[in-house]
């Protein structure tokens, strides 16, 4: 073993890392730790526009398709909502473009009063540092999502360093600010359980927590957006971890996911959630 990887064993239980892990769900489990980003389409899943486009939060019922009249709103055989007492956070990856997208995410979130978190493509940074800027300007948190959207857990250590160095800095340079968490592509090597030593190792030297998520949408999987099947994919990832009362939901920076997002976010406070920010390391 190279002293690299021996360092970078030896700081991985140092490692900060963020609340925002996906529970007892390990990645590659099921199909929500087969993340992949939203430009990795698959054509056999599309279905008719017109299904999606319209989708509105009033045609999708929690409950109209259970067979267990005897369970309350919660799933869980309560009386209460699936969300009540609980909080979640919004967080989007894959940023700042398209930049038409984000004007509107920023837009929505202006409008509900609701702060959120975006792990933002360093190369992308690069290419619009003015429009990453509108991040932080509207109050959001802005955090490295690596500068190329490779799989961080295949790559070498100095390649992760490279990635995760230069997006730091492009962040810096286009903001003011500097990122304190990374959420790697794909999830690789950031769950717990799995965690990749080079990737450990290169974010305790950037002083990066590693983090996750709880919620996966898969916004970015045709039909792009949040229309009804994913509505519903949502709600049971929540019935799936009812003892947590603070959930992070992943979203993209999508044309599908900007026009959706309002409804979404109706569709979460009718489920009693409360919206919180996310936390700072």
Known sequence: MSNNNKQANAKRDDVKRGDDKRGDDKQGDDKWGDYKRHDDKRGDDKQGDDKWGDYKRHDYKRGDDKGDDDKG???????????DGKTVVLS?????????????????LRHEDIKAEFFVVGSEVEEN?????????EGHDIQNHSWSHVNLATASEEQVRMELSQTQDAIADA???????????????????NIDPELAAVAAELDLAIVTWDIGTVDWMTPEGLGPEKIANIENQFLQQPDKSEYNILMHVTEGTARDLPAFIEQLSDWG???GEPEMF
Do not use: H, S
């Open 73 to 83: 709103d919660d799933g869980n055989g309560g009386d209460g909502k699936l969300g």
């Open 92 to 108: 989007f990856d894959d940023g700042p473009a398209p930049i038409g997208a984000l004007k509107d995410i920023l837009k929505t």
């Open 129 to 137: 540092p003015q429009k990453t800027k509108m991040i932080v300007r």
């Open 175 to 193: 903001t003011g600010v500097t990122a304190t968490k990374v959420r790697p592509p794909f999830g690789a090597g950031g769950f717990e359980g």
């Open 273 to 275: 959630f409360t919206f």
